[in-house]
T-cell receptor
């Protein structure tokens, strides 16, 4: 069975600090996909990134960066120079090939204080 | 990505009644999904709804409690039947990202409170 673990339940940082959200996954699939979603206080789920199991290249998008390491089954998310608007619950998710067996991690609540 | 709307956005219902939640997508999609998010928790998949076939339910969810309709490629409904306070949750529908894109895009959710 597929499983996603986000060990950090809550993180609190001061604005402009860097913060890394951890994600560890378990799967027996050889082809799978990893995702990050943001859920701000308003409640909507915002898709941030998808990563394929066969592409371990790290990705940077503005202040966001993602580090995918198959050797440790991790897909960590770093926010550089955090802002108050980054305050949200962040979910890591995993699916098998063709998007089946989509499973979410428990989420990490990030609070960025001014 | 598709634009997804849900009705109602929120409701307060009495124990023992049923509520039907509607999900409308602005483009045709093959697969639609229904999730439940209990207060302070993560998302749990209830079922996958394909047009023209019966919905596929995840372990712990049954059709009698959560009947789903999928009459066409842009619309689906989820009914929460014989509600109890434990059904108080946010219910979200989602759609796949399209061919080769396996992320899911979510509607705004329906916040249900059962008293």
């Amino acid at each position: 069975a597929q499983k996603v673990t986000q060990a950090q339940t809550e993180i609190s940082v001061v604005e402009k600090e860097d913060v890394t959200l951890d994600c560890v996954y378990e799967t027996r699939d050889t082809t799978y996909y990893l995702f990050w979603y943001k859920q701000p206080p308003s409640g909507e789920l915002v898709f941030l990134i998808r990563r394929n199991s066969f592409d371990e290249q790290n990705e940077i998008s503005g202040r966001y960066s993602w580090n995918f390491q198959k050797s440790t089954s991790s897909f960590n998310f770093t926010i550089t120079a955090s802002q108050v608007v980054d305050s949200a619950v962040y979910f890591c998710a995993l699916s098998g090939n063709y998007g089946q067996n989509f499973v979410f991690g428990p989420g990490t609540r990030l609070s960025v204080l001014p | 990505s598709a634009v997804i709307s849900q009705k109602p956005s929120r409701d307060i219902c009495q124990r023992g009644t049923s509520l039907t939640i509607q999900c409308q997508v602005d483009s045709q999609v093959t697969m639609m999904f229904w999730y439940r998010q209990q207060p302070g928790q993560s998302l749990t998949l209830i079922a996958t709804a394909n047009q023209g076939s019966e919905a596929t339910y995840e372990s712990g969810f049954v059709i009698d409690k959560f009947p789903i309709s999928r009459p066409n490629l842009t619309f689906s409904t989820l009914t929460v039947s014989n509600m109890s306070p434990e059904d108080s949750s946010i219910y979200l529908c989602s759609v796949g990202g399209g061919r080769g894109s396996y992320e899911q895009y979510f509607g705004p959710g329906t916040r249900l409170t059962v008293t």
